[in-house]
């Protein structure tokens, strides 16, 4: 299974745009388009800045990898 983000999403979400997060971060809108299309994955830590900047938990970047059922 491959790894996902849900950092487009989020920022769609929120009607913000990568650019804004590139410069929030202070990373190249390259680096943040090639999360966004899920590329190439952040590191963890990149994960909790940018759930800070996004005011969310870290949980919602992340795709859930099973379906649970009860």
């Not at 940018?50 to 949980?59: N, P």
Request: proline share 3%; aromatic share 6%.
């Amino acid at each position: 299974m491959e790894a996902t983000n849900r950092i487009k999403a989020v920022l769609a979400e929120k009607r913000l745009t990568s650019k804004w997060l590139s410069l929030r971060l202070g990373k190249s809108e390259n680096t943040i388009s090639r999360w966004c299309s899920n590329k190439v994955q952040p590191t963890l830590d990149n994960l909790y800045e940018v759930a800070e900047i996004l005011d969310i938990e870290v949980r919602c970047l992340i795709a859930p990898t099973k379906q649970t059922t009860f």
